[in-house]
Nanobody, 123 residues
Framework: QVQLVESGGGLVQTGGSLRLSCAAS????????MGWFRQAPGKEREFVAV???????YYTDSVKGRFTISRDNAKSTVNLQMNSLKPEDTAVYYC?????????????????WGQGTQVTVSS
């Protein structure tokens, strides 16, 4: 019903920057809570950032001050600007959409997921 496609991943050195984008299908993008999650090798998938329908944002502690989530409802896209990247940021990053009315950090409460994009930060 809703398709999400991430782009912008790649290889970057410590301290560098990357900008991830997620393009969504459908006409109801503006009603969704949009989140970014990531999964490192051998680790469980974890919450990274979320932006609500009205622009509310929340980040996991490890990325606060370095990452910025934004959305463009006219283009049905959500972005994640990642600055001052560290090796521990290396992971597959996933875009996700939730139809719930309350902003959530729980992956179980997200309804649609992208295929993921690899981010690798070298020392």
């Amino acid at each position: 019903q809703v398709q999400l496609v991430e782009s912008g991943g790649g290889l970057v050195q410590t301290g560098g920057s990357l900008r991830l984008s997620c393009a969504a299908s459908g006409r109801t993008f503006s009603t969704y809570t949009m989140g970014w999650f990531r999964q490192a090798p051998g680790k469980e998938r974890e919450f990274v950032a979320v932006i609500g329908r009205y622009g509310y944002t929340y980040y996991t502690d490890s990325v606060k001050g370095r990452f910025t989530i934004s959305r463009d409802n006219a283009k049905s896209t959500v972005n994640l600007q990642m600055n001052s990247l560290k090796p521990e940021d290396t992971a597959v990053y996933y875009c996700a959409a939730s139809t719930r009315l309350i902003v959530t950090t729980r992956e179980e409460e997200y309804d649609y997921w992208g295929q993921g994009t690899q981010v690798t930060v070298s020392s």
